[in-house]
């Protein structure tokens, strides 16, 4: 009998053991373990021509094949048609040369930019030969993604597809934007918001959204209309187009004559300005992947000079989280040497904002856009676009409990020209 009970106890036992040792064996990590659906878009503007320069981020960050998306981490556009529409047949289309008309909207004026910003370079060279030209009124994307990701009017839609995370921005979405954690704004043109267009998105963001906006190199934000020179956002940005004053400045070649340091046509042709954090526990660099000293100097696409214009009264909102190595001479604030902030971010109203000179949805993008088998095949990112990928991934995670936690009664941000 008592032989029996203990070789009952020792069978109970082991199975114990086992069963504890499996547990063990499937528990992740708590950020693995995690399981949200962070509702996503990229923000397609009238004012820039519905321009979507760096488009394939959000396809690579959904794709778990890469071995960086956690486990139990979905994305999704609350607004993504199930169909290709008419619309968006005309902005993939390689051999649409007009304008593109949404519901709501008359004829654009190709002509905006060139009156707003006299100063962009290579205004005379074809669009499918450069693309950032923002005389280029109908080129959406870059010229040769255009037929690999082209799809016909009536085809189904799926998170494959670029189609499937862009929001137009229009009379018929802007009362909807509030399904969206996130929505991203970057463009290679003039940031010139119709007064419409800016009231949704501040709306956007009052009402606890948070927005990324990046510069996609030449990118400007447009000084207020009663103003000739483009040139007074870098010397006041308190005078530009936004709800938030702030400025991006550049290397690339296709920026205004005039901006920032010029490196000629092979920007990567110099020295590499490095970056560092300056809010090393912000969860923008720690939830869920802590970005190494070294992955945060590997932000952006390539060590350009890129940076942004901040105004104290902005860093009252925003914080520094990414400082540029750069170190200005000629800073247009204060005529004092200083290194510029290359990211900040930070509350604004019950939202939040994220302010990106350093191209980093570039970088993301370009593990899709450099291979041409995908979907059916993968390429393992670049160590240096792997930093990237980690940082979206803590863009997403911060927009998302931010959504999650907003339950206080929602209060009006303040513009602070």
Not at 384 to 400: C, E, G, I, P, R
Request: aromatic content about 10%; overall charge negative.
């Amino acid at each position: 009998m008592r032989l029996g009970s203990l070789i009952l106890l020792a069978l109970l036992g082991c199975g114990m053991m086992a069963w504890g040792q499996q547990t063990v064996f499937r528990t992740r990590p708590a950020e693995q373990q995690e399981r949200i659906t962070v509702r996503a878009g990229i923000l397609l503007v009238e004012s820039s021509h519905w321009e979507n320069p760096e488009f394939a981020y959000l396809m690579v960050l959904n794709d778990p094949r890469y071995g960086l998306k956690p486990a139990g981490w979905e994305f999704e556009n609350p607004l993504a048609p199930e169909k290709i529409t008419d619309q968006l047949d005309e902005l993939w289309n390689p051999a649409n040369n007009k304008p593109v008309l949404f519901p709501g909207y008359a004829i654009q004026d190709t002509h905006q930019d060139e009156q707003s910003c006299p100063h962009w370079v290579n205004n005379t060279i074809p669009a499918a030969q450069f693309y950032q030209n923002p005389l280029a009124a109908t080129v959406h994307t870059r010229p040769e993604q255009l037929p690999r990701f082209y799809k016909p009017k009536g085809t189904p839609v799926t998170k494959d597809m670029p189609q499937y995370w862009e929001v137009p921005l229009t009379p018929s979405t802007a009362s909807e934007l509030s399904n969206f954690d996130i929505l991203f704004l970057h463009t290679h043109r003039l940031v010139n918001l119709t007064a419409q267009e800016l009231s949704w998105i501040q709306r956007f963001v009052d009402g606890g959204g948070t927005l990324w906006l990046e510069n996609s190199h030449g990118s400007r934000i447009a000084t207020q209309a009663d103003l000739v020179d483009p040139k007074v956002g870098d010397k006041n940005p308190r005078l530009v187009n936004f709800f938030l004053p702030f400025q991006y400045r550049d290397s690339w070649p296709a920026r205004p004559q005039g901006y920032g340091p010029n490196y000629g046509l092979n920007p990567t042709g110099f020295n590499p300005f490095p970056k560092y954090p300056v809010a090393r526990d912000h969860p923008l660099l720690n939830q869920p992947f802590r970005l190494t000293d070294e992955e945060v100097n590997n932000l952006g696409d390539v060590p350009w000079a890129d940076h942004l214009v901040v105004p104290p009264e902005t860093l009252t909102f925003l914080q520094e989280i990414v400082r540029s190595g750069y170190l200005l001479t000629d800073d247009p604030l204060s005529n004092q040497p200083y290194n510029p902030p290359a990211i900040v971010a930070g509350a604004y109203g019950s939202g939040r904002v994220i302010i990106c000179g350093v191209n980093v949805l570039d970088d993301v993008s370009q593990i899709i856009m450099r291979n041409p088998s995908w979907p059916d095949q993968v390429t393992s990112p670049h160590p240096s676009q792997v930093a990237d990928v980690k940082f979206m991934y803590n863009v997403l995670h911060w927009a998302h409990e931010w959504s999650q936690a907003r339950g206080n009664p929602r209060h009006h941000g303040r513009a602070i020209r």
